[in-house]
């Protein structure tokens, strides 16, 4: 596995590549979440790439980037075990330089959900993402379905500015208990981590609901929030795929969205329909 820390030198060493190029863009302390992004791009691509850089554009000031879990070493040898072929570790100062053009969200699905709560959030996430893609150029790139609403923005950004990568969604992993896997997890205290089970039991409810006839999303919400009780909760939300208001549940077009805070820690997760 080659380690590379410069746009120029990874746009170099990719420029003769002739082969179908598959990206998964992270912020380090990697979980089995990214591990089945890294496996889908082993499959589907000649070359693997991942990006390690905790990006301090998509974190609001006072958030937690200073406290962000950072592991290289460990980061380092999964991507060399899970067969990567190259690994980007980028600086700041490698991405980022003085007044610069900026890459804005959209002003309704960016400011909606995590981004009413933490506005400005997804353009940091859309401008990172548009320097990655840029510097990569992959054939494909990979996220994961448990940051929705950051992978519909993606999608959405890619397909309005005519890039030519396809955005590979990839299903959230889960820990036995149930919880879905985060790099924020391990801020969890053991109390907190127990009672954070009850997102994805509110999730399970749901669908159960929805699988025996319940579509009015009224009735859904209001059971989901009984389950979650008393959480401090950011969102409960059912939308549809392109992450508009509906009344009711339309199957295969439809996503039901959670954030909670537990503690210092923002945890998300959903289900698609
Ligand atoms: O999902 C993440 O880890 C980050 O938001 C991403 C896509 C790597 C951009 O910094």
Redo the contacts with the bound molecule.
């Keep these: 596995m080659k380690i590379i820390s410069t746009p120029l030198e990874l746009k170099d060493e990719l420029k003769h590549i002739n082969k179908s190029i598959g990206f998964i863009?992270?912020?380090g302390a990697l979980h089995e979440g990214h591990l089945e992004l890294i496996k889908n791009a082993r499959k589907g691509n000649d070359i693997v790439v991942v990006?390690i850089?905790?990006?301090p554009t998509?974190f609001l000031q006072d958030e937690d980037l200073d406290r962000y879990p950072r592991r290289d070493e460990a980061d380092k040898k999964i991507c060399e075990l899970a067969g990567v072929d190259i690994l980007f570790f980028p600086s700041s100062s490698d991405i980022y330089g003085d007044d610069e053009i900026k890459i804005e969200a959209p002003n309704v699905r960016g400011y909606i959900l995590e981004g009413a709560t933490r506005p400005g959030h997804f353009s940091?996430?859309l401008t990172?993402?548009m320097k990655?893609l840029n510097i990569v150029n992959p054939t494909r790139a990979y996220?994961?379905k448990k940051?929705a609403q950051?992978l519909h923005l993606?999608s959405l950004m890619v397909q309005q500015y005519f890039m030519s990568v396809e955005i590979v969604p990839i299903d959230t992993i889960r820990d036995s208990d149930g919880l879905a896997q985060s790099?924020r997890n391990i801020y969890l205290s053991a109390q907190e981590r127990q009672e954070a089970l009850k997102i994805p039991s509110s999730l399970y409810e749901a669908a159960k609901m929805v699988s025996s006839g319940t579509i009015d999303v009224k009735k859904i919400r209001s059971k989901m929030l009984d389950i979650l009780n008393p959480l401090e909760i950011s969102y409960v939300e059912i939308l549809n795929h392109n992450f508009e208001i509906i009344q009711e549940v339309e199957m295969k077009n439809t996503i039901i969205l959670v954030e909670v805070i537990s503690g210092e820690t923002r945890l998300l997760d959903n289900i698609w329909l």
């Design positions: 863009p992270t912020m990006s850089f905790v990006n998509q940091g996430v990172i993402v990655l996220f994961g940051d950051q993606i790099s």
